[in-house]
């Protein structure tokens, strides 16, 4: 692509936090920009699941905010009345001895639920939803989609921008350039297991939520500690070589073994409602940090919390930076 040909038109895959936030961008200098979801709603891993017992946040559990311009942002969306400053009561648990926790980080949790921000985020951008992009493929300067499902995608696009995690990029570009597979090759992402626990017979526990370490479960947190929430529903996340050793496991292996170390932390499970999900993707990504890729000359990028050091920050604030290289190159 000539770097003096103006991008009008650019499609996004991937509706997370990362996609979002350089989708705003870009829409914001009115280039027009198509995104295409696998999923049924945005957010990414900043999600929320509805059980029978109460929605509860499944994915990221809070987020916290360094950077001069995301915290411009967060701001933005405490004034909107969709994040709160979350000051739980935690603990650490480690060797069998429970701590309090000393860390005096901020942080921020989206309200009513965590999905909010990315919703706000999405609000009034052209999403497709249940769109899962299967085949990328460049003719005469442009770029043509192809998706599993059984519609056709009749738009071309300008450039493209990949705003979802390393391994699904990786199978979407190994044909186009090699420097995008050299980019992708050395990350590494890990899987979480997500167990979602009412636990009815659970007295009230003296804090809100605990970092776990040296064992199968890293993070424990009660959901109606956070602002705008109810019930008694807990969160609880397998930590990260655990999950990617058992990736494979069936939900009922998984849970079972989760349910196990509650336990020995000394929860009652009995009588526990539960359910289970499985990020495939949820952590990890380049050792060292390039915060986004692009190549004008091909009209491609690619954004995303694993190319910026992960956290829901590095994804806004990866977006962002793409979308500024976009503009730039319309320049």
Same mark, same amino acid.
């Given at each position: 692509?000539?770097?003096?040909?103006?991008?009008?038109?650019?499609?996004? @895959?991937?509706?997370? #936090? *990362?996609?979002?936030?350089?989708?705003?961008?870009?829409?914001?200098?009115? @280039?027009?920009?198509?995104?295409?979801?696998?999923?049924?709603?945005?957010?990414?891993?900043? &999600?929320?699941?509805?059980?029978?017992?109460?929605?509860?946040?499944? !994915?990221?559990?809070?987020?916290?905010?360094?950077?001069?311009?995301?915290? =411009?942002?967060?701001?933005?969306?405490?004034? *909107?009345? #969709?994040?709160?400053?979350?000051?739980?009561?935690?603990?650490?648990?480690?060797?069998?001895?429970?701590?309090?926790?000393?860390? =005096?980080? %901020?942080?921020?949790?989206?309200?009513?639920?965590? &999905?909010?921000?990315?919703?706000?985020? +999405?609000?009034?951008? &052209? %999403?497709?939803?249940?769109?899962?992009?299967?085949?990328?493929? $460049?003719?005469? !300067?442009?770029?043509?989609?192809?998706?599993?499902?059984? $519609?056709?995608?009749?738009? &071309?696009?300008?450039? %493209?921008?990949?705003?979802?995690?390393?391994?699904?990029?990786?199978?979407?570009?190994?044909?186009?350039?090699?420097?995008?597979?050299?980019? @992708?090759?050395?990350? =590494?992402?890990?899987?979480?297991?997500?167990?979602?626990?009412?636990?009815?017979?659970?007295?009230? +526990?003296?804090?809100?939520? *605990?970092? @776990?370490?040296?064992?199968?479960?890293?993070? #424990?947190?009660?959901?109606?500690?956070?602002?705008?929430?109810?019930?008694?529903?807990?969160?609880?996340?397998?930590?990260?070589?655990?999950?990617?050793?058992?990736?494979?496991?069936?939900?009922?292996?998984?849970?079972?073994?989760?349910?196990?170390?509650?336990?020995?932390?000394?929860?009652?499970?009995? !009588?526990?409602?539960?359910?289970?999900?499985?990020?495939?993707?949820?952590?990890?990504?380049?050792?060292?940090? #390039? !915060?986004?890729? +692009?190549?004008?000359?091909?009209?491609?990028?690619?954004?995303?919390?694993?190319?910026?050091?992960?956290?829901?920050?590095?994804?806004?604030?990866?977006?962002?930076?793409?979308?500024?290289?976009?503009?730039?190159?319309?320049?």
């Amino acid at each position: 692509m000539n770097s003096s040909r103006e991008i009008m038109k650019v499609a996004m @895959i991937g509706a997370g #936090i *990362a996609g979002l936030s350089c989708a705003r961008e870009l829409v914001s200098s009115s @280039i027009s920009v198509d995104i295409f979801e696998k999923s049924r709603g945005p957010s990414g891993r900043m &999600s929320t699941r509805r059980t029978q017992n109460g929605s509860v946040d499944h !994915g990221a559990q809070y987020f916290t905010a360094r950077d001069d311009r995301f915290i =411009q942002e967060v701001q933005k969306w405490i004034q *909107a009345d #969709i994040a709160a400053v979350w000051k739980p009561k935690l603990k650490v648990y480690e060797a069998g001895v429970w701590r309090d926790s000393q860390s =005096q980080e %901020i942080r921020y949790v989206g309200t009513p639920n965590m &999905s909010s921000p990315g919703k706000h985020l +999405a609000k009034d951008l &052209s %999403i497709q939803h249940e769109t899962t992009i299967s085949q990328l493929e $460049r003719k005469d !300067g442009k770029w043509h989609l192809r998706c599993n499902e059984n $519609r056709e995608i009749t738009a &071309s696009y300008d450039f %493209i921008v990949l705003a979802i995690p390393a391994p699904q990029a990786s199978a979407l570009t190994k044909d186009v350039d090699a420097r995008v597979f050299d980019t @992708i090759s050395p990350a =590494q992402m890990s899987a979480c297991w997500t167990m979602m626990a009412n636990l009815p017979n659970q007295i009230a +526990a003296d804090f809100d939520a *605990a970092f @776990i370490n040296q064992e199968i479960i890293s993070w #424990i947190c009660q959901n109606g500690s956070k602002t705008m929430r109810q019930g008694n529903i807990w969160t609880v996340h397998a930590n990260p070589a655990w999950s990617q050793d058992h990736v494979e496991l069936s939900k009922e292996d998984a849970q079972a073994q989760l349910v196990k170390c509650l336990k020995s932390l000394g929860f009652n499970c009995q !009588g526990a409602e539960i359910s289970m999900h499985r990020w495939r993707y949820a952590s990890g990504g380049l050792k060292n940090s #390039i !915060g986004f890729l +692009a190549l004008p000359d091909i009209g491609l990028g690619l954004c995303g919390d694993w190319l910026n050091g992960g956290r829901v920050e590095g994804a806004w604030l990866s977006g962002l930076e793409m979308a500024l290289a976009v503009k730039q190159i319309k320049r």
